[in-house]
């Protein structure tokens, strides 16, 4: 089957993690549908590229701690070439490259062959390796959901006419090996953020790098061992990467697999045309309003770091005006929500006018019960 027949969506880690920075389920189908102006929503902002370069800046830096600290670093620049000087580096035209599948497996197998004295240092680290899902992966994370495998497979095979879904590869900042006493390889991932603190979302990000490298190793025979204990994030200007636990942030990164990624993909099937082929400008917006009727949103002051920001609150505005009275707890929209209580204004007033649905609203939420004094 052609796959331009199909709507495109694209899942990556950092997508996965930028649903626990939204919490929204109108801006988890927005982030993952690779032209969203397709359905009549908004473009994805350029803006980004800028955020992107400076967090390549903060990068090298990071490289040059490491290597001012005497541990190897093993990376190359964009012509495949081993960079030994990160300093000269550090200059906003050099550019590092991204080491292939093939240079990343063979890391992992030998990283004694490429990070300078690693049996006498015992610590080195890979930047940039690429990581793509492996049967394994796809089986315990994107077909998880028992009730919408199936669907979920064929999406993910190309066998849906409408969408056609794909797991981008992934790229790690930094891979950390260590090896312990008895000679073994412990790889642990870390991520580097041009944000001065650390998120739920990106560590969610790195609890995904972690289950990839996981099932990476155990597909393609690799020995050493995964730190699936710890995962590490280095903010911007932080002399060294913090250590997070893990065992608390994977079950974030299964829900969103279990729950989220699956019930998102079916709305999208359901909203849109059996087969997708591109809407023809008039029908865009049916489709989007009938996508912002199916995906709720869920207006916090995150939106102004979602680029469809404009068609979306302009689309509340319109319908739902009651979700954007300020200091309304995301609890409290999803409370409006799952008992129908009415979200345009003039219902919304009859209905909490009675007094025995004030008070119960009053007792059930607390950001309702302020603004309903
Ligand atoms: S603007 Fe806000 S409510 Fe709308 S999709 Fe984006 S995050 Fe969700």
């Known amino acids: 089957m052609s796959k331009s027949t199909a709507l495109n969506v694209n899942i990556t880690a950092s997508r996965v993690g930028a649903y626990y920075d ?24 350029r803006e ?10 903060w990068e090298k ?27 000269s580096m550090s200059g906003r035209d050099a550019k590092f490259g991204d080491l292939s599948e093939e240079t990343t497996i063979d890391i992992f197998r030998s990283p004694d062959k490429y990070l300078r004295d690693l049996a006498v240092k015992k610590t080195g680290y890979i930047y940039q390796t690429t990581i793509s899902a492996t049967e394994s992966f796809m089986n315990s994370l994107i077909f998880g959901n028992e009730e919408l495998s199936g669907m979920c497979r064929d999406m993910f ?12 590869i992934c790229k790690p900042d930094l891979i950390r090996v260590d090896i312990e006493e008895d000679g073994t390889p412990v790889f642990s991932v870390i991520d580097m953020k041009h944000a001065k603190h650390a998120h739920l979302s990106h560590k969610v990000q790195v609890a995904v790098y972690v289950r990839l490298l996981e099932n990476l190793f155990k597909d393609r025979g690799i020995s050493g ?16 990467p913090r250590a997070f636990d893990l065992s608390v942030v994977m079950p974030y ?11 998102t993909l079916k709305g999208l099937k359901e909203v849109l045309p059996d087969t997708f082929t591109g809407l023809k400008d008039c029908l865009k917006d049916e489709v989007a309003d009938s996508l912002n009727r199916h995906f709720c949103a869920i207006p916090t002051q995150m939106c102004e770091w979602c680029d469809n920001y404009q068609v979306c609150i302009k689309w509340q505005k319109e319908h739902e005006p009651v979700t954007l009275l300020p200091y309304l707890s995301s609890f409290a929209q999803e409370y409006l929500r799952t008992r129908q209580i009415p979200l345009n204004t003039a219902e919304f007033k009859s209905y909490v006018s009675d007094d025995d649905n004030r008070t119960r609203m ?12």
């Not at 939204?22 to 902002?45: K, M, Q």
């Not at 980004?48 to 800046?57: L, R």
């Not at 990164?253 to 699956?262: I, S």
Request: with cysteine; hydrophobic share 35%.
């Open 22 to 45: 939204h919490a929204c389920p109108r801006f988890t189908a927005y982030n993952i549908i690779a032209d969203p102006t397709l359905v009549g929503w908004s473009e994805r902002s």
């Open 61 to 87: 830096e990071a490289l040059c701690i490491l290597e001012e600290s005497g541990f190897s670093c093993y990376a190359e620049d964009e012509n495949e070439n081993v960079v030994s000087d990160f300093k």
């Open 48 to 57: 980004h590229t800028a955020s992107q370069e400076a967090g390549k800046v």
């Open 362 to 373: 009053s007792e059930d939420c607390f950001s309702l019960k302020k603004l309903l004094r």
């Open 157 to 168: 095979e190309d066998r849906d006419e409408c969408i056609h879904a794909n797991w981008s």
């Open 253 to 263: 990164m299964d829900r969103f697999f279990k729950e989220e990624l699956p019930v």
């Open 225 to 240: 061992r995964i730190n699936r204990e710890e995962g590490y994030l280095w903010n911007f200007k932080k002399a060294e």
